[in-house]
């Protein structure tokens, strides 16, 4: 049995907090800098590496978050929440998403069905959906092929998808996996969908309407947009649609759709890419086999993460480390800088993931805590991001932790060599010189060119971006956020938070407003 307390009454918690941390202008200079890069490095899945080197740890440091990680029961809190237990305790629900890539414990059984075997299958419906729809054995109504996939959701049926097409859609068109052109519609701004459906050729698309909960007032919207659209090119929405939602939504009997594929209330929404939620889009862009080799780097990396061995396990040294620096040094935010152009929207995907999750107050039994939970996540991919925020992160008041990620090798294979480095090697250059830039700093009499150094920063560092390592990419990311929740003792699975903003929004619309509402209202001409 585990047990549920808040930081701040674990012993552990107090003594980290006597503990000094690391002084990365001293730590990462000369020889002891270069020790640490190759020290500080733990491998994950799919031949990725997680390297803290340049993070404000010690020995010390590591040695008291150990004694954190195991006074807070992390390993006995995942296994728990994999085998089954109502870890959602806001909604009374199981956590199932790491079931949709494999199984990490024991079988689960809920609402009477077998909860590995129930994934497994809509998973293999949606590969045989999208592979007779490759072969021409579903078409549109003219017995045409349809050639694009239009993905209709928003927030966790909308971003981790489109971050995951994206990822892949240079790699996929270099190795001969590229099968449909996807697109998304998610604001419920008419400006997206008019433009989307105004580039699109509906007649030779399929459109995926995703909605855990069938009632999302965006989605719906959108959905009677784009059947408007086809209406209008004289076609059956019906032979153009189907659907991806759970099971008791009130999309899931509906006529309206070719088909429909599932997943169920134990699946958070940010945490769905893996489900029927990124598998129909993802397995019609690039077919059932590149979705199934991203689903296996994710299993590898759950894997990793049920290590109780901090040292060994990736997410829980990340999300400690996290915990460290927000609860211990005091900062607020983190960025997460990709330098891979295909990751673009990944730190948007985790923006949701992150602040969606542990952007909470009190904790799992409700009651208020006495520390800060989850940082504010921002990102770019680099090096656009240097051109833009970096002064604020190399000079400003507040130290902002980095995330880095970066990948030996481009996807398209293309490349160009100018002044003796390819562009590539380029931008790879700008991430090593980043992370000791940050790290060391550069004492200038002038104040203004000063660089204190002191900021801290990890990288994932891998071969390539594939299928593959994007699945472990997300699976860390997904599994830190949990351990970040677990030592929090907050309920990363719930979103309370979303739902004052729309009740509010409902009434403007049905004129039932008084004072500032109201005014806003006239001001916005509603
Ligand atoms: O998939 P849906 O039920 O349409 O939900 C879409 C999104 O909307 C909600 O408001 C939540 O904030 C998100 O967690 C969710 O991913």
Redesign the pocket.
């Known amino acids: 049995m585990v047990s549920w307390n808040n930081l701040d009454t674990l012993s552990s918690y107090k003594e980290l907090a006597d503990v000094k941390p690391a002084c990365l202008t001293e730590v990462m200079s000369g020889d002891n800098g270069a020790e640490r890069v190759k020290n500080y490095s733990v491998p994950m899945a799919a031949g990725l590496s997680y390297n803290y080197a340049s993070k404000q740890v010690n020995e010390n440091v590591l040695a008291a978050l150990e004694k954190l990680a195991d006074e807070a029961q992390l390993a006995d809190k995942f296994k728990a929440l994999y085998n089954g237990e109502v870890v959602n305790t806001g909604e009374k629900r199981l956590v199932l998403h790491h079931m949709t890539r494999g199984q990490l414990g024991d079988a689960v059984e809920a609402d009477g069905v077998d909860k590995r075997t129930f994934y497994k299958t809509q998973q293999e419906r949606i590969a045989e959906f999208a592979n007779k729809v490759h072969n021409g054995e579903i078409t549109n109504a003219a017995g045409e092929k349809f050639t694009t996939v239009v993905q209709i959701?928003?927030?966790?049926?909308d971003l981790g998808p489109r971050a995951m097409y994206i990822a892949l859609e240079n790699w996929a068109k270099k190795n001969n996996a590229f099968k449909m052109e996807a697109k998304f519609i998610s604001n419920v701004d008419p400006d997206d969908a008019a433009a989307v459906l105004a580039s699109t050729d509906v007649a030779h698309s399929i459109f995926v309407l995703?909605?855990?909960?069938?009632?999302?007032l965006e989605?719906l919207t959108n959905e009677s947009f784009v059947k408007d659209a086809l209406k209008k090119a004289g076609l059956d929405p019906s032979k153009h649609m189907i659907a991806v939602t759970s099971e008791t939504s009130p999309l899931a009997k509906s006529d309206d759709y070719l088909d429909a594929f599932f997943m169920d209330d134990y699946i958070?929404?940010?945490f769905s890419s893996t489900s029927s939620v990124g598998g129909a889009v993802l397995s019609l862009a690039f077919g059932p086999e590149v979705f199934a080799e991203f689903l296996d780097g994710a299993a590898e990396e759950d894997k990793l993460s049920a290590n109780p061995d901090m040292r060994k396990n990736p997410e829980m040294l990340d999300a400690l480390i996290g915990v460290y620096e927000r609860n211990v040094l005091g900062y607020p935010c983190t960025a997460v800088l990709p330098y891979s152009q295909a990751l673009s929207r990944f730190p948007a995907h985790l923006q949701?993931l992150d602040m969606?999750s542990n952007g909470k107050s009190v904790n799992r039994f409700g009651e208020p805590v006495t520390y800060p939970t989850g940082p504010v996540i921002f990102g770019e991919p680099g090096t656009n991001g240097q051109h833009s925020f970096y002064q604020l992160l190399h000079q400003g008041t507040d130290i902002v932790p980095l995330q880095f990620i970066g990948f030996k090798n481009n996807q398209l294979e293309t490349d160009v060599t100018i002044q003796d480095s390819t562009s590539q090697q380029k931008l790879c250059a700008n991430v090593a010189a980043q992370i000791v830039a940050f790290a060391c700093g550069k004492s200038d009499e002038n104040l203004n060119k000063n660089f204190k150094g002191g900021r801290p920063s990890s990288i994932i560092i891998g071969d390539k971006l594939t299928p593959k390592t994007l699945g472990a990419l997300l699976a860390h990311f997904e599994n830190k956020i949990m351990f970040q929740g677990f030592v929090w003792n907050i309920n990363s699975f719930d979103?309370e938070g979303?739902q004052l903003g729309?009740v509010l929004a409902k009434k403007v619309l049905a004129h039932d407003t008084d004072g500032a509402l109201k005014v806003y209202s006239d001001l916005l001409n509603i």
Do not use: A, F, L
């Open positions: 959701g928003i927030g966790g049926s995703v909605s855990k909960s069938g009632t999302t989605t958070g929404g940010r949701q969606e979103q979303v729309k």
